[in-house]
């Protein structure tokens, strides 16, 4: 979600990220987003002391009509969110647009209720024939100024759909549809049963048809998420057609496909276009979006912001704890980490400012914290709902399995949180707002859905229904706010807003179904495993080293593999070549999927493209570069506990999974770690003073031996960490005894 607002006031409800838990991509020709100046970010942030000295108080104001500064904060959002920016439509083609999307909203809410009786793939082509011809009309195609028609503009800088913009929306509803529509063309057609017939024997108008929409599919992807991930698709196309003609000697070649064979695995089977990733797009996504879109609209964002205000606002650190509490709450319902870092950071950048934070530092951490938007149950990314898809989970483990990680996350940043405060001479800043008992008192409503949906699926119920329930109690409850009641009206655009919100991810969804079901035809997984596990044996024959060397091979692919494409792409890509190298190792599948999410989910935060400090540093107006490296700083932790949980069987207890004493052990030693990271990031042992270097690397050390969770790596790390922090006690002591003002003797 990406709630604006002025900086000194809540934020006001915006659309919802797109797509849970995808990286926003780019042009890889443009390169990144660039920041704003800092004037503009003075004028976004609405600054009114910036030019005078740092202010004691932060008042929140309440809510008002959109002003200047709200709507160049949801601009902003919206260049870091999970998709290009689209066009903002009007006239016809918005008509148009809100009336499929409302149609498309209700159906998705009808089917989980009343599903079509044809099948779930049914459903399938009729959500992907709904959504994908919508890509064309609310996305520009970003050809090259001189490659650009001439166009008319509705108010000088909003264009309009082109012809082929409708030519190829047309197209799309036509090949959408093409399966299901009871029309003979030749050979071909006849309804959907007589297509399911033809599977693997295609008529020529399936083949023409399935190839129009593979390249329409490829056209989508590139206008909502860049060149990258189309690129990978051909390669993966490539792979399949041209496989044949490798060696055969080479470990990846394989028999050969032809292209009909292709299309065949692509348009009519059920790992390709019509895939899981597709129906976790149409089953759970487009509810969770909607969702997030009602909570937005009953004011829920605004009072997460003031909560976390209010909660630490006595604290020395109230800043910088209000922000990773803002981007913890905010998280819980947004599932996009760029677009979550500019909201925080909208709201609690003039405040980190005048606590004394540099733009640098305070830019890593909300991007920092906005990531975890992606980590925080219960909604998690889109990625997490294809895991429990996978593995035959139901959604509750799967939340389950990331709550303890999320919450060693925000430990990690938390304690860096105080650790800069204490190592800079961070002022305090009194925030001048309700008391959190008052607030919950009047607004706590608003977690009513949340726990909802945990209740609901502990009980039994579907996440599909928890989620439905949850957004018909959040209407419901939204009339105890006056100014935030969600009237039938209100309710038809959080529809419309869930819709146009699952567009790139439909769009990515079904074209992730190219690579999972060329790797299927012509088995890569396996053949890449054991090319990442021959690799890995390659440098030692013991089994354990082995399986370490994997993890960290296959941890440095999955975080290159991030920089390129969207995260739910990446994590399908991650878990058919990775996932069952890591599985023929020994690691459970739960491991290893939350091994594969984890860093697919990390490329918002890895340089050089880093998407979330790239946003967060067009917040600060700080440099991009060391904004980057804050942000790694801050978000460690995220990077060392999935390898923990992998090369080690202990290392379950930090998912949930094995009795109570597994579990409380790898929590206590990986906090502990944590701990003493986060002491060697930051330089600065709280209570005790500033660590040297010597000191900073064996607490680095130790932290990185007690995420080994066995017996004599945690005795050692533990050595370690207790070496570092003596030697920090006497450096402070040694510099206590020093003298202050010297006197310089006269000769």
Same mark, same amino acid.
């Given at each position: 979600?990406?709630?604006?607002?002025?900086?000194?006031?809540? &934020?006001?409800?915006?659309?919802? %990220?797109?797509?849970?838990?995808?990286?926003?991509?780019?042009?890889?020709?443009?390169?990144?987003?660039?920041?704003?100046?800092?004037?503009?970010?003075?004028? +976004?942030?609405?600054?009114?002391?910036?030019?005078?000295?740092?202010?004691?108080?932060?008042?929140?104001?309440?809510?008002?009509?959109?002003?200047?500064?709200? /709507?160049?904060?949801?601009?902003?959002?919206?260049?870091?969110?999970?998709?290009?920016?689209?066009?903002?439509?009007?006239?016809?083609?918005?008509?148009?647009?809100?009336?499929?999307?409302?149609?498309? @909203?209700?159906?998705?809410?009808?089917?989980?209720?009343?599903?079509?009786?044809?099948?779930?793939?049914?459903?399938?082509?009729?959500?992907?024939?709904?959504?994908? &011809?919508?890509?064309?009309?609310?996305?520009?195609?970003?050809?090259?100024?001189?490659?650009?028609?001439?166009?008319?503009?509705?108010?000088?800088?909003?264009?309009?759909?082109?012809?082929?913009?409708?030519?190829?929306?047309?197209?799309?509803?036509?090949?959408?549809?093409?399966?299901?529509?009871?029309?003979?063309?030749?050979?071909?057609?006849?309804?959907?049963?007589? !297509?399911?017939?033809?599977?693997?024997?295609?008529?020529?108008?399936?083949?023409?048809?399935?190839?129009?929409?593979?390249?329409?599919?490829?056209?989508?992807?590139?206008?909502?998420?860049?060149?990258?991930?189309?690129?990978?698709?051909?390669?993966?196309?490539?792979?399949?057609?041209?496989?044949?003609?490798?060696?055969?000697?080479?470990?990846?070649?394989?028999?050969?496909?032809? !292209?009909?064979?292709?299309?065949?695995?692509?348009?009519?089977?059920? #790992?390709?276009?019509?895939?899981?990733?597709?129906?976790?797009?149409?089953?759970?996504?487009?509810?969770?979006?909607?969702?997030?879109?009602?909570?937005?609209?009953?004011?829920?964002?605004?009072?997460?912001?003031?909560?976390?205000?209010?909660?630490?606002?006595? $604290?020395?650190?109230?800043?910088? /704890?209000?922000?990773?509490?803002?981007?913890?709450?905010?998280?819980?319902?947004?599932?996009? =980490?760029?677009?979550?870092?500019?909201?925080?950071?909208?709201?609690?950048?003039?405040?980190?400012? /005048?606590?004394?934070?540099?733009?640098?530092?305070?830019?890593?951490?909300?991007?920092?914290?906005?990531?975890?938007?992606?980590?925080?149950?219960?909604?998690?990314?889109?990625?997490?709902?294809?895991?429990?898809?996978?593995?035959?989970?139901?959604?509750?483990?799967?939340? =389950?399995?990331?709550?303890?990680?999320?919450?060693?996350?925000?430990?990690?940043?938390?304690?860096?949180?105080?650790?800069?405060?204490?190592?800079?001479?961070?002022?305090?800043?009194?925030?001048?707002?309700? #008391?959190?008992?008052?607030?919950?008192?009047?607004?706590?409503?608003?977690?009513?859905?949340?726990?909802?949906?945990?209740?609901?699926?502990?009980?039994?119920?579907?996440?599909?229904?928890?989620?439905? !329930?949850?957004?018909?109690?959040?209407?419901?409850?939204?009339?105890?706010?006056?100014?935030?009641?969600?009237?039938?009206?209100?309710?038809?655009?959080?529809?419309?807003?869930?819709?146009?919100?699952?567009?790139?991810?439909?769009?990515?969804?079904?074209?992730?179904?190219?690579?999972?079901?060329?790797? *299927?035809?012509?088995?890569?997984?396996?053949?890449?495993?054991?090319?990442?596990?021959?690799?890995?044996?390659?440098?030692?024959?013991?089994?354990?080293?082995?399986?370490?060397?994997?993890?960290?091979?296959?941890?440095?692919?999955?975080?290159?593999?991030?920089?390129?494409?969207?995260?739910?792409?990446?994590?399908?890509?991650?878990?058919?070549?990775?996932?069952?190298?890591?599985?023929?190792?020994?690691?459970?599948?739960?491991?290893?999927?939350?091994?594969?999410?984890?860093?697919?989910?990390?490329?918002?935060?890895?340089?050089?493209?880093?998407?979330?400090?790239?946003?967060?540093?067009?917040?600060?107006?700080?440099?991009?570069?060391?904004?980057?490296?804050?942000?790694?700083?801050?978000?460690?932790?995220?990077?060392?506990?999935?390898?923990?949980?992998?090369?080690?069987?202990? =290392?379950?207890?930090?998912?949930?999974?094995?009795?109570?004493?597994?579990?409380?052990?790898?929590?206590?030693?990986?906090?502990?770690?944590?701990?003493? +990271?986060?002491?060697?990031? @930051?330089?600065?042992?709280?209570?005790?003073?500033? %660590? =040297?270097?010597?000191?900073?690397?064996?607490?680095?050390?130790?932290?990185?031996?007690?995420?080994?969770?066995?017996?004599?790596?945690?005795?050692?790390?533990?050595?370690?960490?207790?070496?570092?922090? *003596?030697?920090? !006690?006497?450096?402070?002591? $040694?510099?206590?005894?020093? &003298?202050?003002? &010297?006197?310089?003797?006269?000769?």
């Amino acid at each position: 979600m990406s709630p604006a607002s002025s900086p000194d006031g809540p &934020p006001s409800p915006a659309r919802p %990220a797109s797509s849970p838990g995808d990286r926003p991509a780019t042009n890889a020709a443009d390169g990144p987003p660039r920041p704003r100046p800092a004037a503009e970010t003075a004028d +976004l942030a609405g600054s009114a002391d910036a030019a005078g000295p740092t202010g004691q108080t932060a008042t929140t104001e309440p809510a008002g009509p959109a002003s200047a500064a709200e /709507r160049a904060t949801r601009d902003l959002a919206a260049q870091f969110e999970d998709e290009k920016p689209g066009r903002v439509l009007s006239g016809p083609a918005a008509l148009l647009l809100g009336t499929v999307a409302l149609a498309v @909203g209700a159906l998705a809410l009808w089917q989980v209720f009343r599903p079509l009786t044809q099948g779930s793939k049914y459903y399938l082509i009729i959500f992907l024939a709904g959504v994908l &011809p919508l890509v064309f009309l609310a996305y520009p195609a970003g050809l090259p100024r001189w490659a650009r028609p001439r166009r008319r503009s509705d108010n000088g800088d909003i264009a309009r759909p082109t012809v082929t913009d409708w030519v190829l929306a047309a197209l799309t509803v036509a090949a959408c549809l093409y399966p299901v529509l009871p029309i003979h063309i030749g050979t071909g057609g006849g309804g959907y049963n007589a !297509f399911l017939d033809r599977q693997g024997l295609l008529a020529p108008s399936d083949l023409v048809l399935g190839t129009v929409l593979l390249l329409l599919l490829l056209e989508a992807c590139r206008r909502t998420t860049g060149w990258i991930l189309p690129a990978v698709c051909l390669l993966f196309l490539g792979y399949g057609y041209y496989g044949g003609l490798l060696p055969q000697s080479w470990p990846v070649a394989h028999a050969g496909l032809d !292209f009909s064979q292709l299309v065949d695995a692509f348009y009519n089977s059920d #790992s390709g276009f019509y895939g899981t990733p597709l129906d976790v797009a149409a089953s759970y996504i487009v509810l969770f979006t909607i969702y997030g879109a009602v909570l937005e609209l009953s004011g829920a964002g605004r009072f997460f912001v003031d909560l976390s205000a209010a909660a630490f606002r006595r $604290s020395r650190t109230a800043a910088g /704890r209000t922000a990773v509490a803002s981007g913890f709450l905010l998280g819980t319902v947004s599932g996009s =980490g760029a677009a979550t870092t500019v909201s925080i950071g909208a709201v609690t950048w003039p405040l980190l400012r /005048r606590a004394g934070y540099p733009p640098e530092r305070a830019g890593g951490m909300l991007a920092a914290a906005g990531v975890g938007a992606i980590l925080s149950p219960p909604t998690l990314g889109a990625a997490a709902f294809i895991i429990a898809e996978y593995l035959g989970v139901s959604y509750l483990q799967v939340l =389950g399995w990331a709550t303890i990680p999320t919450v060693l996350y925000y430990l990690g940043i938390l304690l860096a949180v105080e650790i800069d405060a204490r190592r800079s001479g961070v002022r305090p800043v009194v925030l001048d707002v309700d #008391s959190p008992w008052r607030l919950l008192g009047r607004l706590g409503y608003h977690f009513a859905s949340l726990i909802a949906i945990i209740v609901l699926l502990a009980v039994g119920v579907s996440a599909t229904r928890a989620v439905v !329930f949850a957004i018909v109690l959040a209407a419901a409850l939204s009339y105890l706010d006056r100014t935030h009641r969600l009237t039938p009206t209100r309710l038809a655009t959080a529809l419309v807003t869930g819709v146009r919100g699952v567009l790139a991810v439909t769009a990515v969804c079904a074209a992730a179904g190219i690579i999972t079901a060329t790797t *299927t035809k012509t088995g890569l997984g396996p053949q890449a495993a054991a090319l990442l596990i021959g690799g890995a044996q390659a440098a030692t024959s013991d089994p354990t080293l082995v399986l370490v060397l994997t993890a960290l091979l296959a941890a440095v692919a999955l975080t290159l593999l991030g920089l390129a494409v969207p995260v739910t792409a990446s994590f399908v890509i991650g878990w058919v070549i990775v996932g069952p190298a890591l599985l023929d190792l020994g690691v459970t599948a739960p491991a290893a999927a939350m091994f594969v999410f984890y860093f697919a989910v990390l490329s918002e935060v890895s340089p050089p493209t880093a998407l979330a400090a790239v946003a967060a540093a067009a917040v600060t107006g700080g440099r991009l570069v060391p904004t980057m490296w804050q942000t790694l700083r801050y978000a460690l932790p995220a990077y060392l506990i999935p390898i923990a949980f992998v090369i080690t069987p202990a =290392g379950l207890g930090l998912l949930g999974i094995g009795g109570v004493q597994r579990i409380v052990v790898a929590v206590l030693v990986t906090a502990l770690g944590v701990a003493v +990271l986060a002491v060697a990031a @930051g330089g600065w042992l709280p209570g005790v003073g500033r %660590a =040297g270097a010597p000191e900073r690397v064996l607490g680095a050390l130790g932290g990185v031996t007690l995420l080994w969770l066995e017996p004599v790596p945690v005795a050692l790390g533990t050595t370690l960490a207790a070496v570092a922090a *003596t030697g920090v !006690f006497l450096r402070g002591r $040694s510099a206590s005894r020093q &003298p202050t003002n &010297p006197v310089k003797e006269r000769p």
